[in-house]
């Protein structure tokens, strides 16, 4: 937006606001019509001044890229770069291939193919974010029955959460309510 563009559009809508505080219900018809000549106006002016796409998603990154509706900011892009990022996190380094490893034969013996993993992740609430708080179970039962422990255990957290853990992250239930803290700064004690 250019300077010029940044007064006329600025002018415009302060306009707008003057017609708005001075709108009743006895504002006659001319008037509406002047509003309405105005706003479009305006509206012209606004047209003129943005360029680009509307985004499609709320990164700032990539605001234009492909939409992930199950992500937080929409973006796929970083979505997947995250759950990549989750991925080798919980499989830890060893999930990672070797580069001295020989090349994988393209279609290899059945026994050769990566087995898929499932996991079911015990989590807790910590007040900020959610956080492992055991060992990932290979048996759903196994995790509930432990989750039920810390549960009932004395230090409790607020919430606790079954996390399954496949070719994606699923939530399969939610205890309690996951409650941001605020961390109490030193000063307030
Ligand atoms: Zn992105």
Sequence with gaps: MNHAQLTAL??????????????TGDTPDTRLHEVKADLKRAL????DSVTGAVPTTRCPEHPNGPVD????DLCLLCETRRRAARRSEYNGPSAQPHPSDPTPSRYGVREDRPQPQQRWLPELWNG?????????RRDRHEAELYLAAQRRGPRAAMAYRLVHEFTDYEVLRVWGTPVRVDIEPLGNL
């Design 128 to 136: 900020q974010a959610w956080q492992l708080c055991g060992t990932p």
């Design 44 to 47: 012209d002016l606004l047209a």
């Design 10 to 23: 600025g002018r415009a809508l302060r306009l707008l606001g003057e017609h708005g505080e001075a709108l």
């Design 69 to 72: 509706e199950n992500a937080q």
